[in-house]
């Protein structure tokens, strides 16, 4: 009977300790906060069209602002340890691998084109040619996203303008500020040159920026991606 009571009493007791909790300290899970950091980072956002939108008019300022400079710095720098020969072949910023790098993190393909063209293999296509047209009008004056090619593709553009003098040392006047020597060095190069002529301020051309739409969202939502197409 003793026995029993004993029993009885020591049941109660362990039951009682174990439903207060009042003493029990619960060990939190080692690196939980970080854990469910991550677990939210992942989870994948609901993104309206407006959202994407957005995004690549964000992104598509990001790489032509990151170009411009990159390209500025490193003519300017050619130019006064070179000159134009030494330029020459910095003229190509969509190529440069901070640029390639950014175009590959948002899913992006960018491409410079005019309507005077210097290289060839800025030629234009059938989508930017209405853009420039308008930005030539001045209907258009700044970036802008409004297009989508298709399910998959969303259009960025935005113009380019001549800046500065840098630029005139090699699309300026010819024999003025385009040193004759400079040009038959261009011509050499590029035998069908028509990028010439221009003034400070004058629009020069366009980049057009191509977001594949599904990669562009994997970006937002910190997805893997796809490594880009070959260039």
């Known amino acids: 009977m003793f026995k029993a009571r004993s029993l009885l009493a020591t049941i109660t007791f362990c039951t009682a300790f174990i439903v207060s909790g009042c003493d029990v300290k619960i060990k939190p899970i080692e690196g939980g906060k970080e854990i469910a950091q991550e677990v939210e980072r992942h989870k994948i956002k609901r993104l309206t069209q ?3 939108l957005n995004a690549a008019l964000k992104h598509g300022d990001s790489i032509v602002v990151v170009a411009q400079r990159l390209l500025d710095t490193r003519l300017a720098e050619q130019l006064e340890q070179g000159g134009v020969a030494a330029a020459i072949p910095y003229c190509q910023p969509e190529n440069y691998e901070e640029v390639q790098a950014l175009q590959d993190k948002f899913g992006a393909f960018a491409h410079r084109t005019a309507g005077r063209l210097r290289n060839p293999q800025n030629r234009m296509d059938d989508a930017a040619g209405p853009r420039l047209a308008h930005y030539a009008k001045g209907t258009i004056e700044g970036p802008i996203v409004t297009q989508e090619l298709d399910n998959n593709e969303l259009l960025y553009t935005s113009p380019i303008y001549v800046r500065n003098e840098t630029c005139l040392n090699c699309h300026g006047t010819v024999g003025k500020e385009v040193a004759v020597a400079d040009y038959e060095l261009i011509k050499q190069k590029y035998p069908q040159d028509r990028a010439i002529n221009f003034r400070e301020g004058d629009l020069q051309g366009i980049w057009t920026i191509r977001f594949d739409k599904k ?8 997805q893997p991606k796809k490594s880009r197409r070959p260039r």
């Open 50 to 52: 407006e959202d994407i």
């Open 215 to 222: 990669e562009l969202v994997a970006f937002l939502n910190d």
